[in-house]
């Protein structure tokens, strides 16, 4: 188990850019998520999947995020046409049934 | 109401002793609890789950649950300064699109003095 994997670690770049993060969980999970968090906030739902299915997305989210999980191993989340609000730490988790979620370390993105 | 409410804190409790940390939810027909520690500048990570009705202990963690009070909390026994973290309170939606997801709280601060 070498835990769930994020890239990069960081990534600063310029508003209206595009940026896009990668997330490979643990290998024998089938459900993966994206979570955002703010300082002083909780993670907040993005989107999950369960295999290569995405099954919910968060209201909130706009069109400018598309997450994508093809064969149902690693998961991509590209955020298009970036704002300095979304500015925050991306959060990968994983898992397997109706267990709790193992988190990643994350991706700090700050928009400029 | 929100979803998931947890006292901000920050609290602040000596070496030794027990800290207690609470939780409410909206959700009634959640079925599923989490406790996740997340220490500054790092993801969270989680320490306890709990289903059912009463108490679970693991080492010096206890999670308590009550369905009808839709109510959980977190004690920490004999805390030590390496306790200092944020706690997160998840909980597992039932309706309409959030089955699938975990929804947090804004987590509470704990500051284990020596």
């Known amino acids: 188990d070498t835990g769930v994997s994020q890239d990069p670690r960081h990534k600063i770049t310029k508003r209206g850019q595009n940026v896009t993060f990668r997330c490979d969980p643990i290998s024998e999970h089938n459900r993966l998520y994206w979570y955002r968090q703010t300082l002083g906030q909780g993670p907040e739902f993005l989107t999950y999947f369960q295999n290569e299915a995405q099954l919910e997305k968060s209201r909130l989210l706009s069109d400018r995020f598309s997450a994508e999980r093809p064969k149902g191993s690693f998961s991509t989340l590209e955020i298009q046409r970036t704002e300095q609000g979304d500015s925050a730490m991306y959060l990968c988790?994983?898992?397997?049934?109706?267990?709790?979620?193992?988190f990643g370390n994350g991706t700090r993105l700050t928009v400029t | 109401q929100k979803e998931v409410e947890q006292n901000s804190g920050p609290l602040s409790v000596p070496e030794g002793a027990i800290a207690s940390l609470n939780c409410t939810y909206s959700d009634r027909g959640s079925q599923s609890f989490f406790w996740y520690r997340q220490y500054s500048g790092k993801s969270p990570e989680l320490i306890m789950s709990?289903?059912?009705?009463g108490d679970k202990e693991d080492g010096r963690f206890t999670a308590q649950l009550n369905k009808a009070s839709q109510y959980v909390s977190l004690l920490i026994r004999d805390s030590q300064p390496s306790d200092s973290a944020t706690y997160l309170c998840a909980v597992k939606g039932s309706r309409g699109g959030s089955q699938g997801n975990l929804i947090f709280g804004k987590g509470t601060k704990l500051s284990v003095k020596p």
């Open positions: 709990i289903y059912s009705n």
């Open positions: 988790a994983s898992t397997e049934g109706q267990r709790g979620l193992h």
